[in-house]
């Protein structure tokens, strides 16, 4: 069965550091989002990229936060210079396509620990 | 704002049980519906789509009330393996695309 995978599982940086964490989506989907979720809290949306563009991003992604496709595979997320209050799992997604957009399938997350 | 609210648990309940969780939306305008399973720190897995009034899958009935703006999930016959957070999903289309609002999520501990 396909499936979403990422890269590291787990990254400890110190703040002020660039990170970056990398996804392979999905072979066949065309949607791919960024999520994050701090320790006990609730999933939060950051960032959907459709036909190699943001189509919509959250409050949080701010302009230290930036997306990229670089190939036709990966698909990344970059923290320029990332806070403590950046530490949290990040989840990559992807979905099929326009009319199934809400059925999205995670990886299995990035756990990020800024210090 | 876009609010999803759930019950937080936990439901402790023996194998065999019938559990069901409850969840409110504030999107009066949504359209389509979410339940997502997750196990501890492991990434949200999708459970159920509910397009329509409802959906069954096997032990798993998902069903909506659009004029309450509820949306419910009830296990049946509940297995051990099915301890996790069950997390309510709906999509915000607003923008166009395919943001999802999350839950807070239910726990659920099935208990031999």
């Known amino acids: 069965e396909p499936e979403v995978t990422q890269t590291p599982s787990h990254q400890v940086t110190q703040m002020g550091q660039e990170v970056i964490l990398r996804c392979v989506p ?4 065309l949607y791919f989002y960024w999520y994050r979720q701090i320790l006990g809290q609730k999933v939060e949306f950051l960032v959907s990229f459709y036909n190699n563009e943001i189509s919509e991003k959250s409050e949080i992604f701010d302009d230290q936060f930036s997306v990229e496709r670089p190939d036709g595979s990966n698909f990344t997320l970059k923290i320029r210079s990332t806070k403590l209050e950046d530490s949290a799992m990040y989840f990559c997604a992807s979905s099929e396509n326009f009319s199934r957009r809400g059925e999205q399938y995670f990886g299995p997350g990035t756990r990020l620990t800024v210090t | 704002r876009k609010e999803v609210e759930q019950d937080p648990g936990p439901f402790n309940v023996p194998e065999g049980a019938t559990v069901a969780f409850n969840c409110t939306y504030s999107n009066s305008a949504s359209q389509s519906f979410f339940w997502y399973r997750q196990d501890c720190r492991k990434e949200p897995k999708l459970l159920m789509s509910v397009y329509s009034s409802g959906n069954e899958d096997g032990r798993f009935t998902a069903q909506l009330n659009r004029a309450s703006q509820y949306i419910s999930l009830l296990i049946r016959d509940s297995k051990l393996s099915d301890s996790a957070t069950y997390l309510c999903v709906v ?22």
Do not use: M, Q, W
């Open chain 2, 91 to 112: 999509p915000d289309y607003s923008g166009g695309y395919n943001k999802l609002i999350f839950g807070a999520g239910t726990r659920l501990a099935v208990h031999p």
């Open chain 1, 26 to 29: 999905i072979s066949n989907h």
